[in-house]
Protein backbone atom coordinates (compact mmCIF):
# COMPACT_ATOMS: atom_id res chain seq x y z
CA UNK A 1 0.00 0.00 0.00
CA UNK A 2 2.96 2.59 0.61
CA UNK A 3 4.53 1.76 -2.08
CA UNK A 4 1.45 2.23 -4.35
CA UNK A 5 0.51 5.56 -2.70
CA UNK A 6 4.36 6.71 -3.49
CA UNK A 7 3.73 6.14 -7.31
CA UNK A 8 0.29 7.46 -7.52
CA UNK A 9 1.92 10.95 -5.73
CA UNK A 10 4.37 10.65 -8.58
CA UNK A 11 2.26 10.58 -11.27
CA UNK A 12 -0.07 13.17 -10.06
CA UNK A 13 3.10 15.64 -9.58
CA UNK A 14 3.45 15.12 -5.92
CA UNK A 15 7.16 14.69 -4.47
CA UNK A 16 8.29 11.86 -4.91
CA UNK A 17 10.13 9.75 -2.20
CA UNK A 18 12.03 7.74 -3.92
CA UNK A 19 12.98 3.84 -2.07
CA UNK A 20 16.75 2.83 -3.59
CA UNK A 21 17.58 -0.18 -2.33
CA UNK A 22 20.99 -0.20 -0.32
CA UNK A 23 22.44 -3.05 -1.59
CA UNK A 24 23.64 -2.30 -5.20
CA UNK A 25 26.38 -4.83 -5.32
CA UNK A 26 24.58 -6.71 -8.35
CA UNK A 27 23.66 -4.04 -10.64
CA UNK A 28 26.31 -2.98 -13.35
CA UNK A 29 26.36 0.46 -15.19
CA UNK A 30 27.02 1.30 -18.97
CA UNK A 31 28.61 4.26 -19.85
CA UNK A 32 28.34 6.05 -23.07
CA UNK A 33 31.72 8.05 -23.05
CA UNK A 34 34.52 7.07 -25.69
CA UNK A 35 37.51 5.02 -24.64
CA UNK A 36 40.88 7.01 -24.85
CA UNK A 37 41.55 5.15 -27.51
CA UNK A 38 39.21 6.35 -29.43
CA UNK A 39 39.41 9.45 -28.45
CA UNK A 40 42.81 9.50 -29.62
CA UNK A 41 41.69 8.35 -33.13
CA UNK A 42 38.73 10.96 -33.92
CA UNK A 43 41.28 14.03 -33.12
CA UNK A 44 43.79 12.38 -35.76
CA UNK A 45 40.71 12.32 -38.14
CA UNK A 46 39.23 16.21 -37.16
CA UNK A 47 43.21 17.03 -37.95
CA UNK A 48 43.24 15.43 -41.25
CA UNK A 49 40.01 17.19 -42.17
CA UNK A 50 41.45 20.00 -41.19
CA UNK A 51 44.48 20.14 -43.11
CA UNK A 52 42.21 18.97 -46.01
CA UNK A 53 40.01 21.76 -46.13
CA UNK A 54 43.19 23.91 -45.57
CA UNK A 55 45.10 22.44 -48.80
CA UNK A 56 41.78 22.53 -50.92
CA UNK A 57 41.10 26.09 -50.27
CA UNK A 58 44.56 27.15 -50.95
CA UNK A 59 44.62 25.33 -54.25
CA UNK A 60 41.14 27.44 -54.53
CA UNK A 61 42.78 30.84 -54.31
CA UNK A 62 45.73 30.17 -56.19
CA UNK A 63 43.66 28.96 -58.88
CA UNK A 64 41.80 32.28 -58.75
CA UNK A 65 44.96 34.13 -58.35
CA UNK A 66 46.59 32.63 -61.97
CA UNK A 67 43.02 32.99 -63.91
CA UNK A 68 43.00 36.90 -62.70
CA UNK A 69 46.65 37.24 -63.21
CA UNK A 70 45.94 35.45 -66.87
CA UNK A 71 43.20 37.68 -67.54
CA UNK A 72 44.99 40.70 -66.47
CA UNK A 73 47.75 39.75 -68.92
CA UNK A 74 45.16 39.67 -71.76
CA UNK A 75 43.70 42.75 -70.84
CA UNK A 76 47.03 44.99 -71.17
CA UNK A 77 48.20 42.66 -74.44
CA UNK A 78 45.08 44.09 -75.85
CA UNK A 79 45.23 47.46 -74.46
CA UNK A 80 49.10 47.97 -75.63
CA UNK A 81 47.63 46.44 -79.38
CA UNK A 82 45.10 49.03 -79.19
CA UNK A 83 47.17 51.92 -77.87
CA UNK A 84 50.20 52.39 -80.99
CA UNK A 85 53.23 54.06 -80.49
CA UNK A 86 53.36 57.31 -82.45
CA UNK A 87 56.85 58.76 -83.19
CA UNK A 88 57.88 61.80 -85.02
CA UNK A 89 61.36 62.33 -86.46
CA UNK A 90 62.56 65.31 -88.13
CA UNK A 91 64.46 65.33 -90.57
CA UNK A 92 66.78 68.00 -92.87
CA UNK A 93 68.37 67.14 -96.04
CA UNK A 94 65.75 64.24 -97.29
CA UNK A 95 62.25 64.41 -97.86
CA UNK A 96 60.00 62.02 -96.67
CA UNK A 97 59.47 59.41 -99.74
CA UNK A 98 62.95 58.76 -98.64
CA UNK A 99 62.36 56.75 -95.47
CA UNK A 100 58.83 54.53 -96.56
CA UNK A 101 60.64 51.89 -96.79
CA UNK A 102 62.34 51.47 -93.93
CA UNK A 103 59.47 53.29 -91.96
CA UNK A 104 57.25 50.15 -93.41
CA UNK A 105 60.00 47.66 -92.32
CA UNK A 106 59.96 48.87 -89.12
CA UNK A 107 56.59 49.07 -88.65
CA UNK A 108 56.11 45.66 -88.99
CA UNK A 109 58.43 44.36 -87.42
CA UNK A 110 56.77 46.08 -84.40
CA UNK A 111 53.41 46.47 -85.03
CA UNK A 112 52.17 49.10 -82.26
CA UNK A 113 54.53 51.90 -83.23
CA UNK A 114 53.99 53.70 -86.27
CA UNK A 115 55.78 56.83 -87.13
CA UNK A 116 55.81 60.26 -88.91
CA UNK A 117 58.45 62.00 -90.76
CA UNK A 118 58.79 65.38 -91.29
CA UNK A 119 61.07 67.47 -93.21
CA UNK A 120 62.07 70.70 -91.79
CA UNK A 121 63.44 73.37 -93.70
CA UNK A 122 67.35 74.19 -92.96
CA UNK A 123 67.26 77.49 -93.08
CA UNK A 124 67.77 78.78 -89.51
CA UNK A 125 67.63 75.06 -88.34
CA UNK A 126 70.02 75.65 -85.18
CA UNK A 127 68.10 78.11 -83.52
CA UNK A 128 64.73 76.49 -84.80
CA UNK A 129 65.34 73.80 -82.97
CA UNK A 130 67.27 75.12 -79.72
CA UNK A 131 64.22 77.09 -78.88
CA UNK A 132 62.25 73.80 -79.33
CA UNK A 133 64.25 71.95 -77.35
CA UNK A 134 64.26 74.78 -74.40
CA UNK A 135 60.46 74.94 -74.59
CA UNK A 136 59.91 71.09 -74.24
CA UNK A 137 56.84 72.29 -76.25
CA UNK A 138 55.11 70.52 -79.77
CA UNK A 139 58.78 68.36 -79.53
CA UNK A 140 59.05 65.64 -81.74
CA UNK A 141 60.56 61.99 -80.65
CA UNK A 142 63.42 62.09 -82.80
CA UNK A 143 65.79 65.44 -84.00
CA UNK A 144 68.64 65.82 -86.13
CA UNK A 145 71.50 67.93 -84.22
CA UNK A 146 74.86 69.17 -86.26
CA UNK A 147 77.67 67.26 -84.60
CA UNK A 148 78.68 70.86 -82.75
CA UNK A 149 75.75 71.65 -81.40
CA UNK A 150 76.30 69.03 -78.39
CA UNK A 151 77.03 71.84 -75.81
CA UNK A 152 74.45 73.72 -77.07
CA UNK A 153 71.54 70.80 -76.43
CA UNK A 154 72.91 68.30 -74.52
CA UNK A 155 71.13 69.25 -71.36
CA UNK A 156 68.12 69.10 -73.16
CA UNK A 157 68.83 65.35 -74.84
CA UNK A 158 67.52 61.52 -73.99
CA UNK A 159 70.63 59.34 -74.00
CA UNK A 160 70.76 56.52 -75.59
CA UNK A 161 70.35 53.80 -72.94
CA UNK A 162 73.07 50.73 -72.65
CA UNK A 163 70.42 47.92 -73.95
CA UNK A 164 70.49 49.95 -77.50
CA UNK A 165 73.81 51.51 -77.52
CA UNK A 166 76.80 51.05 -75.23
CA UNK A 167 80.23 53.18 -75.83
CA UNK A 168 82.24 50.14 -76.69
CA UNK A 169 80.00 49.18 -79.85
CA UNK A 170 79.51 52.87 -80.45
CA UNK A 171 83.41 53.49 -81.05
CA UNK A 172 83.72 49.91 -82.97
CA UNK A 173 80.84 51.14 -85.18
CA UNK A 174 81.46 54.72 -86.24
CA UNK A 175 84.39 56.90 -87.00
CA UNK A 176 86.42 58.65 -84.08
CA UNK A 177 84.76 61.86 -85.04
CA UNK A 178 81.40 60.65 -83.94
CA UNK A 179 82.88 59.58 -80.46
CA UNK A 180 84.63 62.78 -79.93
CA UNK A 181 81.73 64.99 -81.46
CA UNK A 182 78.46 63.36 -80.22
CA UNK A 183 79.29 61.40 -76.51
CA UNK A 184 79.77 63.03 -72.89
CA UNK A 185 80.71 61.47 -69.72
CA UNK A 186 80.05 58.09 -71.38
CA UNK A 187 76.98 58.56 -72.13
CA UNK A 188 75.95 58.42 -75.78
CA UNK A 189 73.46 61.48 -77.29
CA UNK A 190 73.35 61.33 -80.47
CA UNK A 191 74.34 58.73 -83.35
CA UNK A 192 75.58 59.76 -87.02
CA UNK A 193 72.65 59.55 -89.78
CA UNK A 194 75.63 60.17 -91.99
CA UNK A 195 78.98 61.03 -92.28
CA UNK A 196 80.40 64.01 -94.19
CA UNK A 197 82.81 66.44 -94.14
CA UNK A 198 84.70 69.71 -95.94
CA UNK A 199 85.80 68.32 -99.56
CA UNK A 200 87.69 69.75 -102.47
CA UNK A 201 85.10 70.46 -105.28
CA UNK A 202 86.92 71.01 -108.37
CA UNK A 203 86.18 71.16 -112.31
CA UNK A 204 87.51 68.95 -114.57
CA UNK A 205 87.41 70.59 -118.00
CA UNK A 206 88.55 73.89 -116.31
CA UNK A 207 91.65 71.63 -114.87
CA UNK A 208 92.01 70.40 -118.65
CA UNK A 209 92.44 73.91 -120.13
CA UNK A 210 94.61 75.11 -117.53
CA UNK A 211 96.81 72.26 -117.97
CA UNK A 212 96.54 70.50 -115.58
CA UNK A 213 95.18 66.68 -114.36
CA UNK A 214 93.47 67.72 -110.96
CA UNK A 215 94.59 69.40 -108.08
CA UNK A 216 97.45 68.36 -106.18
CA UNK A 217 97.23 66.43 -102.72
CA UNK A 218 100.30 68.37 -101.39
CA UNK A 219 99.01 71.49 -99.70
CA UNK A 220 101.76 73.92 -100.78
CA UNK A 221 102.23 72.37 -104.32
CA UNK A 222 98.06 73.04 -104.58
CA UNK A 223 98.38 76.88 -103.47
CA UNK A 224 101.63 77.50 -105.94
CA UNK A 225 99.26 76.04 -108.30
CA UNK A 226 96.59 78.66 -107.72
CA UNK A 227 97.01 81.66 -110.17
CA UNK A 228 97.37 79.40 -113.18
CA UNK A 229 93.41 78.76 -112.78
CA UNK A 230 92.23 82.41 -112.22
CA UNK A 231 90.92 83.65 -115.90
CA UNK A 232 91.00 87.07 -117.00
CA UNK A 233 89.66 88.92 -120.04
CA UNK A 234 90.99 91.44 -122.54
CA UNK A 235 90.63 94.39 -119.66
CA UNK A 236 92.14 92.23 -117.10
CA UNK A 237 88.76 91.70 -115.42
CA UNK A 238 88.69 88.13 -113.73
CA UNK A 239 85.97 85.92 -115.30
CA UNK A 240 87.05 82.68 -113.77
CA UNK A 241 88.62 82.48 -109.87
CA UNK A 242 90.28 79.94 -108.97
CA UNK A 243 89.11 78.73 -105.85
CA UNK A 244 86.13 80.09 -102.96
CA UNK A 245 88.49 81.66 -100.35
CA UNK A 246 88.49 85.39 -99.87
CA UNK A 247 88.86 88.11 -97.52
CA UNK A 248 84.80 89.48 -97.84
CA UNK A 249 82.93 86.05 -96.86
CA UNK A 250 79.09 86.90 -97.79
CA UNK A 251 79.23 84.59 -101.14
CA UNK A 252 81.48 82.44 -99.70
CA UNK A 253 79.06 79.56 -97.15
CA UNK A 254 82.19 78.03 -95.86
CA UNK A 255 84.34 80.54 -95.34
CA UNK A 256 84.58 79.86 -91.49
CA UNK A 257 84.88 76.18 -92.37
CA UNK A 258 87.76 76.68 -94.30
CA UNK A 259 89.75 79.13 -91.95
CA UNK A 260 88.63 76.05 -89.28
CA UNK A 261 90.64 73.36 -91.72
CA UNK A 262 93.59 75.24 -92.48
CA UNK A 263 93.82 75.90 -88.32
CA UNK A 264 93.32 72.01 -87.46
CA UNK A 265 95.90 71.14 -90.41
CA UNK A 266 98.24 73.97 -88.89
CA UNK A 267 98.07 72.29 -85.43
CA UNK A 268 95.80 74.55 -84.04
CA UNK A 269 93.97 73.05 -80.94
CA UNK A 270 90.50 74.65 -80.89
CA UNK A 271 89.93 74.26 -77.43
CA UNK A 272 91.98 73.00 -74.18
CA UNK A 273 91.00 72.18 -70.94
CA UNK A 274 87.52 73.69 -71.21
CA UNK A 275 89.55 77.08 -72.71
CA UNK A 276 89.04 78.21 -76.18
CA UNK A 277 92.57 77.89 -77.39
CA UNK A 278 92.72 79.00 -81.31
CA UNK A 279 94.53 82.48 -80.70
CA UNK A 280 97.25 81.08 -78.71
CA UNK A 281 100.58 80.64 -80.05
CA UNK A 282 101.49 80.82 -83.92
CA UNK A 283 99.84 78.21 -85.20
CA UNK A 284 95.99 80.10 -85.54
CA UNK A 285 97.72 83.02 -86.77
CA UNK A 286 99.74 81.11 -89.48
CA UNK A 287 96.24 79.57 -90.72
CA UNK A 288 94.70 82.80 -90.98
CA UNK A 289 97.55 84.57 -92.54
CA UNK A 290 97.84 81.23 -95.19
CA UNK A 291 93.93 82.04 -96.08
CA UNK A 292 94.45 85.68 -96.53
CA UNK A 293 97.42 85.09 -98.52
CA UNK A 294 95.78 82.67 -100.73
CA UNK A 295 92.60 85.31 -101.16
CA UNK A 296 95.34 87.76 -102.50
CA UNK A 297 95.76 85.80 -105.69
CA UNK A 298 93.19 83.50 -106.37
CA UNK A 299 90.66 85.97 -108.08
CA UNK A 300 88.00 85.66 -106.09
CA UNK A 301 85.85 88.73 -104.82
CA UNK A 302 82.56 90.11 -103.40
CA UNK A 303 81.48 90.73 -106.92
CA UNK A 304 80.55 87.42 -107.57
CA UNK A 305 77.51 85.11 -106.97
CA UNK A 306 77.20 82.47 -104.00
CA UNK A 307 80.48 80.28 -103.99
CA UNK A 308 78.50 77.00 -105.26
CA UNK A 309 76.16 79.16 -107.56
CA UNK A 310 79.21 80.60 -109.20
CA UNK A 311 81.04 76.91 -108.98
CA UNK A 312 77.67 75.18 -110.93
CA UNK A 313 78.03 78.00 -113.73
CA UNK A 314 81.90 78.08 -114.42
CA UNK A 315 82.91 81.26 -112.38
CA UNK A 316 85.11 79.76 -110.01
CA UNK A 317 87.42 76.24 -110.49
CA UNK A 318 87.22 74.89 -107.00
CA UNK A 319 84.96 75.45 -103.90
CA UNK A 320 85.34 73.60 -100.32
CA UNK A 321 82.00 72.16 -99.94
CA UNK A 322 80.57 69.04 -98.03
CA UNK A 323 78.68 66.07 -99.65
CA UNK A 324 74.76 67.74 -99.36
CA UNK A 325 76.00 70.79 -101.45
CA UNK A 326 76.79 68.44 -104.57
CA UNK A 327 73.39 67.84 -104.78
CA UNK A 328 72.76 71.58 -105.25
CA UNK A 329 75.38 71.75 -107.51
CA UNK A 330 74.03 69.47 -110.14
CA UNK A 331 70.29 70.91 -109.97
CA UNK A 332 72.14 73.87 -111.06
CA UNK A 333 74.01 72.07 -114.04
CA UNK A 334 73.69 68.46 -114.40
CA UNK A 335 76.39 68.69 -117.12
CA UNK A 336 79.44 69.64 -114.58
CA UNK A 337 82.50 67.91 -115.35
CA UNK A 338 82.67 67.51 -111.61
CA UNK A 339 86.03 65.92 -109.40
CA UNK A 340 85.99 65.45 -105.81
CA UNK A 341 89.14 64.87 -103.69
CA UNK A 342 90.22 65.15 -100.36
CA UNK A 343 91.67 68.65 -99.53
CA UNK A 344 95.22 68.83 -100.18
CA UNK A 345 97.40 68.39 -96.97
CA UNK A 346 100.54 69.41 -95.90
CA UNK A 347 103.20 67.13 -95.88
CA UNK A 348 103.38 64.16 -93.45
CA UNK A 349 100.00 64.38 -91.49
CA UNK A 350 96.27 64.60 -92.77
CA UNK A 351 93.54 66.10 -90.73
CA UNK A 352 90.25 67.02 -92.21
CA UNK A 353 86.88 69.11 -90.72
CA UNK A 354 84.05 66.80 -90.29
CA UNK A 355 80.56 68.38 -90.78
CA UNK A 356 77.69 65.74 -90.42
CA UNK A 357 74.43 65.70 -88.45
CA UNK A 358 73.21 63.10 -86.20
CA UNK A 359 70.04 61.79 -84.92
CA UNK A 360 68.89 62.26 -81.13
CA UNK A 361 66.05 62.03 -78.70
CA UNK A 362 65.01 64.86 -76.93
CA UNK A 363 64.09 64.58 -73.23
CA UNK A 364 60.33 65.25 -73.54
CA UNK A 365 59.93 62.52 -75.73
CA UNK A 366 57.25 60.17 -74.60
CA UNK A 367 58.54 56.83 -76.04
CA UNK A 368 62.55 57.95 -75.75
CA UNK A 369 63.13 53.75 -75.52
CA UNK A 370 61.37 53.26 -78.83
CA UNK A 371 62.80 56.35 -80.85
CA UNK A 372 66.24 55.12 -80.10
CA UNK A 373 65.15 51.51 -81.12
CA UNK A 374 63.64 53.38 -84.48
CA UNK A 375 67.57 54.77 -84.60
CA UNK A 376 69.54 52.14 -83.78
CA UNK A 377 67.39 50.31 -86.71
CA UNK A 378 68.15 53.42 -89.05
CA UNK A 379 71.97 52.71 -88.29
CA UNK A 380 72.01 48.98 -89.59
CA UNK A 381 74.34 47.99 -92.21
CA UNK A 382 71.17 46.99 -94.77
CA UNK A 383 69.06 50.41 -93.62
CA UNK A 384 71.67 52.44 -94.73
CA UNK A 385 72.17 50.67 -97.83
CA UNK A 386 68.62 51.13 -98.71
CA UNK A 387 68.45 54.27 -98.13
CA UNK A 388 71.29 55.12 -100.47
CA UNK A 389 69.91 52.75 -102.79
CA UNK A 390 66.38 55.03 -102.61
CA UNK A 391 68.12 58.19 -103.23
CA UNK A 392 70.27 57.21 -106.09
CA UNK A 393 68.05 54.87 -108.10
CA UNK A 394 64.98 56.14 -106.99
CA UNK A 395 65.10 59.89 -106.57
CA UNK A 396 67.61 59.83 -108.98
CA UNK A 397 70.10 62.13 -106.23
CA UNK A 398 73.68 62.39 -107.23
CA UNK A 399 75.05 61.23 -104.60
CA UNK A 400 73.93 59.37 -101.68
CA UNK A 401 74.09 59.88 -98.05
CA UNK A 402 77.73 58.97 -96.99
CA UNK A 403 77.60 55.88 -94.82
CA UNK A 404 79.10 56.99 -91.23
CA UNK A 405 79.92 53.13 -90.48
CA UNK A 406 83.47 51.64 -90.25
CA UNK A 407 82.56 48.77 -91.54
CA UNK A 408 80.93 49.61 -94.96
CA UNK A 409 83.97 51.59 -96.26
CA UNK A 410 84.71 49.46 -98.54
CA UNK A 411 81.10 49.65 -100.04
CA UNK A 412 81.44 53.00 -100.80
CA UNK A 413 82.73 52.58 -104.77
CA UNK A 414 79.30 51.53 -105.78
CA UNK A 415 78.24 55.14 -105.16
CA UNK A 416 79.25 58.26 -107.06
CA UNK A 417 81.69 60.94 -105.39
CA UNK A 418 81.85 58.76 -102.09
CA UNK A 419 85.06 57.27 -102.00
CA UNK A 420 86.33 60.56 -101.43
CA UNK A 421 84.32 61.46 -98.47
CA UNK A 422 84.92 57.74 -97.12
CA UNK A 423 89.25 58.36 -97.80
CA UNK A 424 88.64 61.68 -95.62
CA UNK A 425 86.17 60.03 -92.58
CA UNK A 426 88.94 58.37 -90.57
CA UNK A 427 90.78 61.18 -90.26
CA UNK A 428 87.89 64.26 -89.59
CA UNK A 429 88.02 65.73 -86.41
CA UNK A 430 85.54 68.88 -85.42
CA UNK A 431 85.19 70.69 -82.26
CA UNK A 432 82.26 71.52 -80.19
CA UNK A 433 81.45 75.11 -80.38
CA UNK A 434 78.20 75.16 -79.41
CA UNK A 435 76.47 77.44 -81.51
CA UNK A 436 77.36 76.73 -84.49
CA UNK A 437 75.93 79.88 -86.58
CA UNK A 438 76.98 82.49 -84.22
CA UNK A 439 80.80 81.16 -84.01
CA UNK A 440 80.83 80.98 -87.84
CA UNK A 441 79.80 84.59 -87.98
CA UNK A 442 82.76 85.48 -85.48
CA UNK A 443 85.26 83.49 -87.99
CA UNK A 444 84.31 85.28 -90.42
CA UNK A 445 84.27 88.60 -88.97
CA UNK A 446 88.53 87.52 -88.25
CA UNK A 447 88.38 86.81 -91.96
CA UNK A 448 86.96 89.95 -92.71
CA UNK A 449 89.64 91.55 -90.24
CA UNK A 450 86.79 93.48 -88.69
CA UNK A 451 87.95 91.48 -85.28
CA UNK A 452 91.54 90.21 -84.39
CA UNK A 453 91.78 86.14 -83.59
CA UNK A 454 92.44 87.04 -79.61
CA UNK A 455 89.51 89.23 -80.08
CA UNK A 456 87.19 86.30 -81.77
CA UNK A 457 88.66 83.99 -79.28
CA UNK A 458 87.35 86.09 -76.29
CA UNK A 459 84.21 85.95 -77.80
CA UNK A 460 83.48 82.48 -78.38
CA UNK A 461 84.98 81.96 -74.91
CA UNK A 462 81.88 84.15 -73.58
CA UNK A 463 79.29 81.71 -75.45
CA UNK A 464 81.14 78.59 -74.18
CA UNK A 465 80.57 79.68 -70.61
CA UNK A 466 77.29 80.99 -70.76
CA UNK A 467 75.92 77.96 -72.71
CA UNK A 468 77.64 75.68 -69.70
CA UNK A 469 76.25 78.37 -67.29
CA UNK A 470 72.93 77.99 -68.65
CA UNK A 471 72.48 81.74 -69.20
CA UNK A 472 72.95 81.44 -73.01
CA UNK A 473 70.28 83.43 -75.27
CA UNK A 474 71.18 82.44 -78.95
CA UNK A 475 70.69 85.30 -81.25
CA UNK A 476 68.30 85.55 -83.88
CA UNK A 477 69.57 84.57 -87.26
CA UNK A 478 68.27 86.46 -90.37
Not at 205 to 233: D, H, M, Q, R
Not at 274 to 300: C, P, R
Not at 333 to 361: C, D
Not at 465 to 475: A, C, H, Q, S
Amino acid sequence: MDNQQNIEQNNNGGTVNSSIPQNTGNIQFQSNLPTEEEVAKLKHRRKRLIWILIIVSLIIIIVGILYIYIIDIGRTSNTQSNNKISLTMWGISQPAMSYTNLISQFEKQNPNVSINYVQIPDQYYESFLVNKLKSGVSLPDIVSIGNTYLPLVKNYLYPAPPSIYNMNNFKNEFYKTATEDLTSNNQIYAAPNSYDGLALLYNKTEFAKAGLSAPSSNFNTFVSEIPKLVVKNSAGQVTQAAIDIGQNTSNIYNASNILTLFMLMSGTHMTSSNQVTFANGVNGANALNEYLQISKVDGWSSQFPSAISAFANGAVAMVYAPAWQITNILTINKSLNLGVMEPPQLPGQTINLSLYFARAVPRESLHPVTAWKFIRFLEQKQSLISLANTETKVENEPIANIFPRMDMASLATGYNYMPAFIKMAPTSKSWLMGDYANVSNILDNVIAQNITLKQAQSEVLKILIDIYNGTYKMPPQE
